[in-house]
């Protein structure tokens, strides 16, 4: 079993950035894919970006964050990070981090994960 933990949310102006981190516990991480979602108050679950295991072999965006969000991972330290530049109060949203056991998987359904974090907060003020 895969322990996830997000963190780095919190309140930021639009037009600022924000890091959020995954941390993982377990000695396999390096080995999955992972990926972001992203939940406002009243609507679906939602993709926002994941990355293969190596990083380098596949990266997959949704439109309303390509140019402005970047993923990028460190197996060393266990940890994927969520790059967030340029917010609008539309990002708004719990944030999420998922882990795939099929390492090249990138795919924007949530099913297609099988360890979930608990979640932190973005709130992007307008």
């Known amino acids: 079993q895969e322990q996830l933990v997000e963190s780095g949310g919190g309140l930021v102006q639009a037009g600022g950035s924000l890091r959020l981190s995954c941390a993982a516990s377990?000695?396999?991480?390096?080995?999955?894919?992972v990926g972001w979602f992203r939940q406002a108050p009243g609507k679906e679950r939602e993709f926002v970006t994941a990355i293969s295991w190596s990083g380098g072999s596949a990266v997959n965006y949704a439109d309303s964050v390509k140019g402005r969000f970047t993923i990028s991972r460190d197996n060393a330290k266990n940890t994927v990070y969520l790059q967030m530049n340029s917010l609008k109060p539309e990002d708004t949203a719990v944030y999420y981090c998922a882990a795939a056991i099929d390492r090249d998987h990138v795919g924007t359904k949530a099913h297609g994960y099988d360890y979930w974090g608990q979640g932190t907060q973005v709130t992007v003020s307008s």
């Open positions: 377990g000695p396999s991480f390096s080995n999955y894919a």
